[in-house]
């Protein structure tokens, strides 16, 4: 890999806050619907988001890759990052239904601890649980195990056909749609909604297996910035192809609204993005603000929704609130949202991402020498998500 593996992304952290606040505003829709299902446009834009993580995922995991890293290690540190969020906010989750007179059965709560839930098609989306949001992060973990592998398999990809790999992922990503819509019987079962199933939705949203295309991109589209085949893509350019598209991805049946429509300007704006912070160039994600909430933005994730599901109830047990009421309560669960990020991340992931994720303390001797070196290694470990 030629280029960018030392730069720092901090327009990527930064932009990450933007796809966790989409998320935000999806979930926050629930206020104003009293209980009706998200709005449908916010819940294609919560689609985009969650694809734009994947796709990070890939790309970050790649951009701080070392070969010479130990697998043991590589996989300790990931579990580091969310494995401790994961359980705190699972264990709330617990508490404030416990609190609001609901049982917790163990089949509610016990696949959700070990993030195994979504590799069942029993999984329903509509009642995931006791932290809906906690889905992806089956996901994640799978990508984190295959990772090793995937990293050294990319490393010897020549640089020329590149292009051809990342042609390859983003026909899996439309095969996977494709795919659920042809095994309609095999997949039948209770209604999702617009003319799927639950189990089709399993199948294309929430089991890892189809969500690994997304993740493979990232992984070679992060190649292709590196060597620099990229250079000429600018941030703007996926924004613009991303609101272009957006319509047609609000009428297109639902599978294919996941993940196919979005992918590539997602992915343009991953690459621009990335782009601006290695060539140079200005952005305003960059600032230090931005990139510190997009630090936030995994804690904002995993506590969002049990913030506005139980401050809701608490707010408006009828579900009458009317006038400015709905807009009130949004903005009050919305900052409660950001401070509820704020303590897990202080109080729980960067305490543990210290204590797994720090590299082996340097003796004074291997200071003096590579000093460059560590600080590399150290701002790697920042970057990834």
Do not use: K
């Amino acid at each position: 890999m030629a280029l960018g593996r030392t730069t720092r992304l901090p327009s990527l952290t930064g932009l990450r806050f933007v796809a966790a606040a989409a998320v935000v505003a999806q979930h926050s829709s629930l206020i104003w619907t009293r209980g009706h299902g998200e709005n449908a446009v916010l819940l294609r834009l919560g689609f985009a988001a969650v694809t734009f993580f994947f796709l990070l995922s890939g790309f970050l995991l790649t951009w701080a890759w070392r070969p010479d890293q130990p697998v043991g290690i590589f996989w300790r540190r990931r579990v580091a990052r969310i494995l401790p969020s994961h359980l705190v906010t699972l264990a709330l989750g617990v508490l404030l239904l416990a609190a609001a007179g609901r049982a917790v059965p163990l089949h509610a709560w016990l696949p959700n601890a070990l993030l195994v839930q979504t590799w069942s098609p029993r999984f329903d989306l509509l009642d995931p649980g006791v932290n809906g949001v906690s889905w992806s992060l089956c996901c994640d973990l799978a990508f984190y195990l295959l990772f090793p592998v995937v990293a050294r398999r990319a490393a010897a990809i020549r640089p020329e056909r590149l292009r051809h790999w990342a042609a390859a992922a983003v026909a899996a990503v439309v095969l996977v749609p494709l795919l659920a819509t042809a095994a309609r019987p095999l997949l039948d079962g209770p209604p999702f909604g617009l003319a799927v199933t639950q189990r089709q939705i399993w199948f294309s949203y929430t089991f890892p297996p189809a969500r690994m295309p997304e993740f493979l991109l990232g992984v070679v589209l992060a190649r292709l910035v590196q060597e620099g085949r990229l250079d000429r893509v600018r941030s703007w350019h996926g924004a613009l192809a991303f609101a272009l598209l957006y319509p047609l991805d609000h009428v297109a049946p639902l599978m294919f609204g996941i993940a196919a429509i979005t992918v590539l300007p997602l992915a343009a704006l991953i690459a621009g993005t990335a782009n601006a912070d290695r060539l140079g160039r200005p952005s305003w994600l960059a600032h230090p603000v931005t990139e510190r909430l997009g630090a936030l933005s995994m804690a904002l994730y995993l506590t969002h929704l049990l913030v506005i599901e139980h401050g809701d109830a608490l707010l408006d047990p009828d579900g009458t609130a009317d006038g400015l009421r709905p807009l009130l309560f949004t903005v009050v669960l919305v900052a409660g949202s950001l401070a509820a990020a704020w303590l897990l991340h202080l109080a729980v992931e960067e305490p543990m991402v210290r204590l797994l994720n720090e590299p082996r303390r340097a003796r004074p001797a291997e200071l003096r020498t590579r000093p460059a070196e560590l600080r590399t290694v150290a701002d790697h470990q920042r970057e990834t998500p």
